[in-house]
């Protein structure tokens, strides 16, 4: 940590050069007062780096919570600070082009307001997301009501809810930890998340593409603005595209190249990204771009200007994913396993010179396990690992074996003499899940995350300690704000659908039950057949035949009710609706009674 170059002060330039004016104050609230966003809890950062925090990562913190409009080049500007991500925009013949609008449209409003002020009081004539993420889409109805073109990678609508669908319970529990959401903004607590500060807690929306990008080497003029695209599908996101806009020699690189090393397997958890994969685009970016650009943005952290400053950064992004890739893979083939190749792992020295190729959202750490995981998944080809008893039964057994709880407990005082943190914590939890009720271990072990998450050079990992600690001594903190808003469920296909009733089947519950529902969706004129048996609901498109023990006749709205429970628990928005039906309709009450709820606020650091 000493010999990182600190007198470097390129990036402090960077994030200041072109710099307009700031949103002041720097808060957003929806129109009953509510905030959404406030960027001023960090005015703390201004200080220097205290013993609570990783130098490295107050640093970046510094970086990223500057807020502001920001002028990238000519017609191009960025609003920064006003959310996890930028917006971009790109001035036409007639008006603006937005590209990424935030993750809620009151941020995304406020970020277009900030602009005109400075700018004039331009059109929204077009959108560009860059990749189906929700912080480069969820503000678009903060900056238009449609009416504009609308440009996405192909395959974005899919990929745009696909994620959040099937594990979305999970991941937005999981995101609260990752990002820190219930951490007071402090040089104790939440530092931002490497990427940015946070995601904003507004109003998430969903406007369909209507131009979709399907190949590299596509152009398109919008509002007079010619744009060069290059599709990166399967890296950051599974849509994603960078491109140009060769008149103003201004390069978008989406999220695939920022100013961190990104996630390969982000830890709120998703499917597992490809690190291979991103460096060819990344290989390709240049090849196809450098020579045509003076300055290189993202929709995360600061521009980079001048042709060689582009290629040395974008090489230098490509080489650490191909490096973690390709070392991952030699080792794993010498028989290491995922855990034993995190340990080894080392970021070339010439690299760890660099800043933008830090862990500050990703870690070479858990991006290696992801990397190993992408191949060989979870099993270490260890029998020993096989069949291993789950977490409160192990605790019980460690516990037991090594003498009982205060006997547990003194071994991991020592280790924390020691300043093994890592074991500590590992025996804490032991003792922990075989007896949550113990208040010692539980403070100690809090203690003990505490250290670890402020000690973390990246924010993720200091967000999931703190906020575990934060659980340990006060409980689950409560659900994060849903992203299954009125457009996002539109957004979803019918099948989508049918497989999230399917996956809300308590199946022991169902394990007797045999029965065939038709669906009739009249506004879309679809039909779907979902059959019962073994527990598990089977959706099929277009049936043949009948057989079916029930028919029913709704729209597209009502089936959703039935899938969102209407507030009521699941299955009540149909129970008492007079939807158009044949046959026997107890059919329908003997699958909304085996439906289950997901639990928003499942227990993470405790049994
Ligand atoms: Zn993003």
């Known amino acids: 940590m000493a010999d ?43 200080g220097d780096c205290p013993q609570t925090a990783h130098p490295s990562l107050w640093r970046q913190a510094q970086l990223c919570a500057r807020q502001g409009l920001y002028e990238v080049t000519d017609g191009v500007y960025q609003v920064r600070g006003l959310d996890l991500s930028n917006m971009t925009l790109v001035e036409g013949d007639t008006g603006v ?20 002020d400075h700018r004039g009081d331009r059109p929204v004539t077009g959108v560009v997301y860059t990749h189906s993420h929700v912080d480069h889409f969820g503000g678009v109805r903060g900056v238009t009501d449609g009416n504009v073109p609308i440009l996405a990678p192909a395959h974005f609508m899919e990929h745009a809810v696909a994620e959040n669908v099937y594990a979305g319970n999970a991941m937005n529990r999981r995101a609260l930890y990752m990002y820190g959401q219930r951490l007071p903004r402090s040089p104790e607590g939440q530092l931002g998340c490497g990427l940015g500060m946070g995601t904003s807690q507004g109003t998430v929306s969903l406007i369909p593409p209507t131009v979709d990008i399907t190949r590299t080497g596509q152009e398109e003029t919008v509002d007079g603005v010619r744009v060069v695209f290059q599709l990166t599908p399967g890296t950051e996101a599974p849509a994603e595209m960078n491109f140009l806009f060769p008149d103003r020699r201004a390069l978008c690189l989406a999220e695939n190249a920022t100013h961190n090393l990104h996630n390969v397997l982000t830890l709120r958890g998703a499917v597992v990204r490809d690190a291979r994969v991103w460096a060819r685009y990344l290989t390709e970016a240049v090849e196809l771009f450098a020579d045509r650009a003076d300055v290189a943005f993202a929709s995360h952290h600061w521009p980079t200007w001048g042709r060689d400053d582009i290629v040395t950064f974008l090489s230098q992004q490509r080489d650490l994913y191909a490096y973690l890739h390709d070392q991952t893979l030699r080792l794993l083939n010498q028989g290491l ?20 190729t830090h862990g500050y959202y990703g870690s070479v750490s858990h991006n290696v396990k992801a990397i190993y995981q992408r191949y060989l998944g979870w099993f270490d080809g260890n029998p020993a690992h096989l069949w291993e008893h789950p977490p409160i039964e192990q605790a019980r057994r460690y516990v037991e074996s090594f003498g009982g709880t205060s006997a547990v407990v003194g071994l991991a005082d020592r280790y924390i003499e020691e300043g093994d943190l890592r074991f500590a914590a590992t025996l804490l939890n032991h003792v922990v899940y075989a007896d949550e009720n113990d208040a010692s271990a539980r403070r100690l072990l809090a203690r ?46 019918s099948e989508q659908i049918f497989d999230s009733l399917a996956i809300r089947v308590n199946g022991p519950h169902a394990w007797n039950e045999r029965f065939a529902i038709d669906w009739h969706l009249t506004d879309l004129d679809e039909r779907h057949r979902t059959t019962m048996s073994n527990g598990a609901l ?10 079916a023990d029930l028919t029913l006749r709704l729209t597209r709205q009502r089936l959703l009710a039935l899938l969102a429970g209407d507030g009521d628990g699941p299955g009540h928005g149909l129970d008492h609706d007079g939807i158009d039906h044949d046959g026997d309709l107890t059919v329908l009450r003997r699958l909304t009674s085996v439906l289950e709820e997901p639990k928003p606020d499942f227990a993470i650091v405790t049994p």
């Open 4 to 46: 990182l170059p600190f007198q470097d002060r390129t990036d402090f330039e960077h994030a200041d050069r072109g710099f307009i004016a700031k949103l002041t104050p720097g808060v957003v609230r929806t129109s009953d007062g509510e905030v959404v966003w406030d960027n001023d809890a960090y005015d703390f950062l201004a």
């Open 97 to 116: 082009i937005v590209i990424d609008p935030l993750v809620s449209a009151e941020c995304a409003a406020a970020a277009l307001r900030l602009y005109r």
């Open 337 to 356: 396993t995922g855990a034993e190749i995190a340990e080894v792992m080392q970021v070339p020295p010439a690299l760890e010179q660099v800043w933008h």
């Open 448 to 493: 003990v995350y505490t250290r670890l998450g402020q000690g973390a050079e990246n924010a993720t990992w200091r967000n999931f300690y703190l906020t575990g600690a934060g659980e340990l001594k006060n409980g689950p903190s409560p659900g994060s704000t849903s992203t299954t808003t009125p457009d996002m469920l539109s957004a979803l296909s």
């Open 538 to 547: 089977v959706h099929q498109k277009s049936p043949t035949g009948n057989g």
